[in-house]
């Protein structure tokens, strides 16, 4: 497989997914428009960020804003948000065990796409992208779907990041803690207003899988996952 994705994003009138590492190492922007013209997926109109782990969020609202992002330096940011999404124009970012999570109503005329590393969950990202999208349109159906990640197999921590989470989303074995970013993010998200069964969570660590994915905690190398949202 090439492309992780989640068949409700199609249903939506959306393109969107995470590469698997067969498609090279995503840091290169070349790959990157190799991959997505496969799919025809305008790379030209795919907006990038200078991604921080932080809880920046930059909504698009108009062409012209989009339109001024490509011509503009990269921002620091960690999320882009289309309201209302924008025909033939999209966002990506990468990823190395970080969670790419995808937010789009059924219509998808809305969508988000975050870049969730753990830091980003701690200072509430995941819920933050949702409020925004819902603080557009409070009535909109969300529909959330978390890309390849490191799970709570692979994710060891200490106690000074275990202590920053919610003790739900902690797991405790003997001596060891791990944290479980499925089970806070989908917290955030049912906090926000989504529905739990509209968040799907499917089980793919990069971490543990190195056939398929990168990850910087197995390889400590800056190989990076592509993952992308468009509107085609
Ligand atoms: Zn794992």
Redesign the pocket.
Known sequence: MTIYTDKRLLRAGLIGGTFSRHKGNMRDLSSQEAALNELGVNADHILHFHQTHSDTIIPITTLQEAKNRLSSPLADADAWLFAPSLTGWGAAIVTADCVPLFLWDDTGTYMALAHCGWRGVVKGLPFKTAQALLSKTPRLHLNAWLGPH??????EVQEDVAKQFPSECIIRQKDKIFVDLNAEIKRQLVQAGLNREDIQTPYY?????KNNFFSWRRDHEKNMLLSFLYKP
């Open positions: 490191i799970q709570a197999c692979c994710f660590c990069t971490c543990g899988d």
